[in-house]
């Protein structure tokens, strides 16, 4: 018995906390005998908190280790939950997710997530168990080439087939995670690594060889884009989650501010930019606001800066922006010349090339250009249709706001409710908005939430949801439960795949072909896992059940009965320019 | 402009680079016409030398891609640098015993070795740029070929144009 306590002690020894370190006046190296203490041992020494995970036969050494660890261990009801859980508390606080999951199963559910993490550039680090090195390549028990399956979908992946390898490739997979352009790094950990003998190594410095991260920008590029920005007429910035990924959002505001010029976002860098400003135009792209893809399609100079134009953002290539010189700053050299040619392009950190160019005080003349923008605003602001009786989505996501002063964490799944807690929910800073932008994984907001509110447990953290993407995730209920996070699902339910009915009405003459989709009673679900249901049918109930569930101190599901054949618009339908874009839809 | 692309790629001498590389020209939708693979000048290094076509859009893709592989050191695209580019094939034609003296007269200028003699073929081995070695087997078809083997290009910079590469990394 007291061999075991004394073993506990020492695993804490490398915080100088324990006593038995302190009465003898040394710092006992931690008490590592596995590959699995080293691996534990190490990523604390990383300054890993909280990793979400499931436990399985190859991570059982692991597990063991984590067992009399401090670091908190999150176990969701499904791998895909955990990882989405990583990402959300990533996105967060821009602190690096980590995941624990076994082989086989266990790794090919995380892919999804994996996939999803590198298109929107969040740093996770992700531990696969594997069987053991004899048995690879034999299909054992459990076995699944996670290293081939992920290579095409992880910033790096590595396979551990040396104990001795174990505190590099740990310092160099959280280095690349959570530099350069962010993004999920895995490591494979062959059980009888983790389970074999193991002496204690301190984390090394990162030491990746080839690994190149690019800072600041020449000085002759910066004045390039200098002089382009001075002989503007209308220049406008083109901002994404690059912003938010390098905590450029402040440098953002300034340089807005000195240059007035205005701003349009995409979803990905929505809070990058406080939408409550003046010079903001709103969202651009298929689901942008009227004045932000008119300002696109007009402008004279456009500085666009970490973002990767995708194609739910250009609409169709050959017409976007035609009038403007385009600048291009992104920290992936890849992105550059990708979709879109531009005249100055810049492989740089865009922080850095923020704080280079407000040394140049540049004063352009936009005047006309922002009272443009403000006509086109208040010609066509976005808006719907409200009545007392029929709830509308849109109106739910604006009574969200309202009743938490637009200053709550919202993650979405997606679709319809997607677009609309991005249109009508004003993100006033960085990291306040959660969404999965390139990848659109329905089943991504409930448990990114979920990873949220672990990260932030003070803050008001609100799941917008369907009624269907809800579902793809909603065993995580009983994680939120267990756990006593007291975050806020709100169910946009229209008894629909919102999107895809809308795309059936347009594109597919109504047929809405298996876009219906019926629901559990969601009230009940949430009392079923010792949560509070609660439901609205209409504006005034939406309103009361909203004010109950914010001020409740636990977790709620709010069932939004909404209105069912509501569309998301504007919107610019596939294969054309920006500027074509549909207002408001009528039948024919 | 779509042109014949040489890209010779430096990369850690680690299990599965060759399938990460690989693996990216086929997901980002780049043909690979020959690829060889071989130890470098430095240990634990390797050497790639991969030849595709396009156009300049898609060798910035390929260089700014496979540059971003963590286990890729370099990567530079020879297409327009003077390079020294070699090829070795093995050609195994039917040569019967009347017919080897003609067969050894148009095999002189090519300066090949034949290196494997049976009763009714032999095993010829050439090294040379493409052209070269097309040239040699479309003499050799008519007497009957039996089996090819062709290693693909490998390739170097030609010496004193090394700096002007770095540059264009």
Known sequence: ?588 | MDIERTFSILVNDRPGVLTRIAGLFARRGFNISSITVGSAEEAGVSRMTIVSHGDEAMAMQVLTQVGKLVDVLDVIDMSKEKIVKRELALIKVKAESSKRQEISHILDPFRVSVVDVGHSSITVQITGDEEKIDALIGLLRPYGIIEISRTGATALLRSGTEEASDAAV
């Open chain 1, 1 to 588: 018995m007291n061999q075991f306590i004394k073993e506990t002690d020492t695993v804490h020894a490398g915080e100088g906390a324990t006593d038995s370190a302190q009465t003898v006046g040394q710092v006992n190296p931690p008490n590592v005998k596995t590959g699995a203490d080293l691996l534990i041992t190490l990523l604390k020494e990383a300054g890993v908190e909280v990793i979400f995970g499931y436990p399985g036969g190859a991570v059982l050494p692991i597990y063991d280790s984590l067992y009399d660890s401090s670091i908190r261990h999150i176990l969701t009801r499904h791998e895909q939950g955990a990882i989405h859980a990583a990402e959300g508390y990533a996105r967060v606080t821009g602190k690096t997710g980590v995941v624990l999951v076994t082989s086989g199963p266990g790794a090919t559910n995380l892919v999804t997530g994996i996939a999803d993490a590198y298109m929107d550039s969040t740093p996770v680090v992700v531990m696969t168990g594997q069987v053991t090195m004899e048995s690879i390549g034999r299909d054992a028990f459990q076995e699944a080439d996670i290293m081939g399956i992920t290579m095409p979908v992880t910033k790096h992946n590595y396979q551990v087939r040396d104990i001795n390898d174990l505190p590099q490739v740990l310092a160099d997979a959280f280095y690349i995670a959570n530099s350069g352009r962010p993004g999920p790094v895995l490591i494979d950990l062959p059980k009888n690594i983790t389970a074999g003998p193991a002496t204690y190594q301190p984390l090394p410095q990162p030491a990746a060889r080839g690994y190149k991260i690019p800072t600041a920008p020449a000085k002759e590029q910066v004045e390039a884009i200098a002089q382009l920005i001075s002989g503007a007429k209308k220049p406008l910035l083109y901002v994404g989650g690059g912003i938010i990924s390098s905590g450029a959002s402040e440098l953002l505001r300034q340089f807005a501010k000195q240059t007035q010029i205005p701003v349009v976002s995409t979803l990905m860098g929505l809070g990058a930019y406080p939408a409550g400003d003046e010079q903001f135009v709103g969202m651009l792209g298929m689901h942008g606001t009227y004045a932000a893809n008119k300002a696109i399609t007009d402008c004279d100079l456009l500085l666009a800066f970490g973002v990767r134009f995708d194609d739910r953002v250009t609409g169709k290539l050959q017409m976007f922006s035609l009038h403007s010189k385009k600048v291009h700053v992104d920290i992936d050299a890849a992105e550059i010349g990708k979709n879109v040619q531009v005249e100055v392009p810049v492989v740089a950190n865009i922080k850095d090339t923020l704080e280079m160019l407000l040394q140049h005080h540049l004063h352009p003349d936009t005047k006309d250009w922002l009272a443009q923008l403000k006509a086109w605003d208040n010609e066509w602001p976005l808006r719907y249709h409200g009545t007392s009786d029929d709830l509308k989505p849109q109106q739910v996501v604006e009574l969200l706001a309202k009743h938490t002063g637009g200053q709550a964490i919202v993650t979405t799944e997606v679709g319809q409710h997607q677009m609309w807690a991005a249109l009508f929910y004003p993100y006033s800073r960085p990291r306040q908005f959660v969404t999965s932008g390139g990848l659109g994984t329905m089943g991504f907001g409930f448990p990114s939430a979920l990873g949220a509110q672990v990260a932030e447990p003070e803050k008001t953290v609100i799941c917008v949801a369907g009624d269907a993407s809800f579902q793809m995730n909603i065993q995580e209920l009983q994680t939120v439960v267990e756990q006593g996070l007291p975050l806020k699902i709100a169910i946009i339910n229209n008894r629909f795949l919102g999107m895809v009915r809308q795309w059936q009405q347009f594109f597919y003459e109504k047929r809405y072909a298996e876009s219906r989709i019926s629901s559990p009673d969601f009230v009940k679900v949430a009392e079923a896992y010792g949560a509070l249901g609660l439901r609205a049918t209409n504006p005034a109930e939406a309103e009361a059940i909203i004010a109950q569930a914010i001020a409740h101190d636990g977790p709620v599901i709010m069932d939004f009965v909404v209105k069912e054949e509501e569309n998301v618009f504007p919107m610019v339908p596939p294969g054309k320019g920006n500027h074509e874009m549909t207002l408001e839809w009528s039948e024919e």
